[in-house]
T-cell receptor, first 114, second 111 residues
Framework: NAGVTQTPKFQVLKTGQSMTLQCAQD?????MSWYRQDPGMGLRLIHY???????DQGEVPNGYNVSRSTTEDFPLRLLSAAPSQTSVYFC?????????????FGNGTRLTVT | QQPVQSPQAVILREGEDAVINCSSS?????VHWYRQKHGEAPVFLMI?????EQKGHEKISASFNEKKQQSSLYLTASQLSYSGTYFC????????????FGTGTSLTVIP
């Protein structure tokens, strides 16, 4: 089992460019989520999904879109990159909702927007 | 929605004990604890469900007081490998499926 796989590991964008961060899990997890991590601010929830076809916003959703067409994949789209989106992005999944089940994290994507 | 952790940072000598606290202003379903090493992803340590249980993992244990919406992580006889940043994570009763992390506690164990 690969667990949670994120690509790319590193990315540099210019302001205004768009891109998609990929996240895939092979554990048949229902719940998937995206977090961003900035120094001193912990992990902040961007978007999450409780199953294929269902997504919802977290606390910092502006500037990001998600979709969940399959159980395995949960891509995060940056619509028009801004320097404020420079961060480390983590995808995490759990078997059922995290109130009952631990989160498994991918290795992260380090994004720099210039 | 974000739980509050204390202290923000702690430095220990090998063999010393530490307590990290996590509190929420909202009623909680459960509390998770994770450890993150520098440049790596967070790794799950334990989950505590409603019921005031205490759990253990090697020399690391935790408690959950659901009435006070508080959890504490206990690290005993610390080892160098315990260094890292510890995060609690919570889902409150009124934020359905949204899982929030605290801002973290940096723990450094020195020889």
């Amino acid at each position: 089992n690969a667990g949670v796989t994120q690509t790319p590991k590193f990315q540099v964008l210019k302001t205004g460019q768009s891109m998609t961060l990929q996240c895939a899990q092979d554990m048949n997890h229902e719940y998937m989520s995206w977090y961003r991590q900035d120094p001193g601010m912990g992990l902040r929830l961007i978007h999450y999904s409780v199953g294929a076809g269902i997504t919802d916003q977290g606390e910092v959703p502006n500037g990001y879109n998600v979709s969940r067409s399959t159980t395995e994949d949960f891509p995060l789209r940056l619509l028009s990159a801004a320097p404020s989106q420079t961060s480390v992005y983590f995808c995490a999944s759990s078997y059922v909702r995290p109130r009952e089940s631990p989160l498994h994290f991918g290795n992260g994507t380090r994004l720099t927007v210039t | 929605q974000q739980p509050v952790q204390s202290p923000q940072a702690v430095i220990l000598r090998e063999g010393e004990d530490a307590v990290i606290n996590c509190s929420s202003s909202k009623a909680l379903y459960s509390v998770h604890w994770y450890r993150q090493k520098h440049g790596e992803a967070p790794v799950f340590l334990m989950i505590l469900l409603k019921g005031g249980e205490q759990k253990g993992h090697e020399k690391i244990s935790a408690s959950f007081n659901e009435k006070k919406q508080q959890s504490s992580l206990y690290l005993t006889a610390s080892q160098l490998s315990y260094s890292g940043t510890y995060f609690c994570g919570t889902e409150t009763l009124n934020t359905g499926n949204q899982f929030y992390f605290g801002t973290g506690t940096s723990l450094t164990v020195i020889p």
